[in-house]
């Protein structure tokens, strides 16, 4: 994948210096044509082509987007309603994923998303224990963040 | 003709996004003062907090980029600074709350904390 981004950027800085403008602009389609380049060349390249990953990146930030506008409503329903329906707790969550980058980003996704709030990880990185405000769903929202962020997590990074 | 619409246009947006972001900001000071424990007002303060700042600085964006043509990277870096804060600083201040004792508040009376009991377990 360095290699791929290396050759990407040779060909837009040469697309600079042969159309002779030396602006973002003309960097900027140097980049396109290097990715439409690497993409057609895709075969004889090793590895994966690399925007694939960044494709991937891009939807992570948008189900991130989109998880933290759904949670916000959640919270703002419970500060305005009437008296305390809800009944919090902390669960157990097991996790699949390995290296501290993958679970920081876990923590922080699961600290943005609708009622659940990490609070500490076990030492062995097997366990995240995670705070709920409703702790008697708390199989649905094991299922949801194993179901769609682990699985996006995993897709970048593995 | 056509540009005075799309000023408008943008206008509305901004007007929007601005008052949006100071509603979620609200809404996470009420609920700051509302909810019962520490928990569950980390869940108030990160959550809404995070999108009401980041609605109010998309808002200055828009502004700045229709009216002025200025692109400020800075509010952009704002923005994904407190997206990349604010959960992590949570995190610690949860985690400093249970280890110094604090109990989640519990609606039954009976906490549900499967965190203390494997805790409990080890020492």
């Known amino acids: 994948m360095p290699l791929q981004i290396i050759l990407n950027l040779i060909i837009a800085i040469m697309w600079m210096f042969l159309s002779e403008s030396y602006q973002f602009t003309s960097f900027l389609t140097g980049f396109i044509i290097g990715a439409l380049l690497l993409y057609l060349l895709q075969r004889f390249i090793p590895d994966a082509f690399y925007l694939s990953y960044v494709w991937k990146i891009i939807k992570l930030l948008f189900l991130f987007a989109k998880e933290l506008v759904l949670s916000n409503v959640e919270i703002v329903k419970w500060v305005y309603k009437r008296g305390r329906d809800y009944n919090p707790g902390i669960f157990a969550m097991p996790t699949d994923l390995r290296t501290n980058w993958e679970i920081t980003m876990l923590t922080s996704l699961i600290s943005l998303t609708p009622g659940t709030l990490s609070v500490a990880i076990s030492d062995d990185n097997n366990m995240i224990y995670i705070h709920a405000m409703d702790i008697d769903d708390k199989e649905e929202a094991i299922l949801a963040i194993k179901d769609t962020f682990e699985k996006a997590i995993m897709e970048v990074t593995r | ?123």
């Open chain 2, 1 to 123: 003709m056509t540009e005075t619409v799309i000023d408008v246009i943008f206008d509305i947006l901004v007007i929007l996004l601005l008052i949006s972001g100071a509603f979620f900001i609200i809404s996470a000071t009420i609920g700051v003062i509302r909810f019962p424990d520490v928990y569950t007002r980390l869940h108030a303060s990160t959550k809404a907090a995070t999108l009401g700042i980041s609605g109010i600085l998309i808002g200055a964006f828009i502004f700045l980029y229709a009216n002025h043509g200025i692109i400020s990277g800075k509010l952009i870096l704002g923005i994904i600074f407190v997206l990349l804060t604010a959960p992590v600083s949570a995190h610690m201040i949860g985690r400093a709350a249970h280890s110094s004792g604090v109990e989640p508040w519990s609606k039954t009376g009976e906490t549900r904390d499967e965190y203390a009991e494997i805790k409990n377990k080890g020492s």
